[in-house]
């Protein structure tokens, strides 16, 4: 037997228990507690000096094991328009499909999937880099880092 739930939210958290009657031993049950996630998601600030190396970690507190055996991209946002910058899929080397010429040689995927820009430019300020690991097709984890770019 199997329990199909669709349009899954966090409502729907709770103990769930199957039982049905057997012939001749009697009914038989069994119970699995759900717990649903809301989306996940860390938001950081990181600063950096004009001209300096930029490196973004994907998921501060998973470790690299983690993260490599699942698909993750980073993107850029600003102004609400988001550009992917990097794909990486399990085994395979990256991918990296930004076709902006502001990110285009300023943009390195680094050893446990840091995202490394260098040099880092005023237009850099503000910018939203984030990154998407892809646990499951309906389990996405996210970390969002904003950039604060500083003269000397």
């Known amino acids: 037997w199997a329990l199909h ?10 103990q769930y228990e199957c039982s ?8 038989k049950a069994a119970k699995i507690q ?5 989306k996940e998601e860390q938001l950081y600030v990181k600063e950096v000096q004009l001209n300096q190396a930029l490196e ?3 998921l501060e507190d998973k470790t690299s094991e983690n993260l490599s055996n699942y698909p993750l991209k980073w993107l850029v946002e600003e102004n609400g328009r988001k550009e992917e910058l990097v794909t990486k899929e399990p085994s395979y080397p990256a991918v990296y499909r930004n076709g902006s010429a502001l990110y285009r040689q300023r943009v ?3 050893l446990n999937n840091v995202l490394r820009i260098f040099p ?6 503000g910018r939203v880099f984030s990154c998407h690991v892809v646990y499951h097709p309906e389990r996405v984890q996210k970390s969002s880092t904003t950039v604060r770019v500083f003269g000397k």
Do not use: E
């Open 56 to 58: 973004i970690p994907c």
């Open 120 to 125: 880092t430019k005023i237009m850099d300020d």
């Open 20 to 27: 049905f009657a057997t012939y001749p031993y009697g009914t």
């Open 5 to 14: 739930l669709k349009n899954v939210t966090v409502s729907l958290s709770g």
């Open 34 to 38: 759900l717990t649903v996630k809301a």
């Open 108 to 110: 390195h995927l680094g």
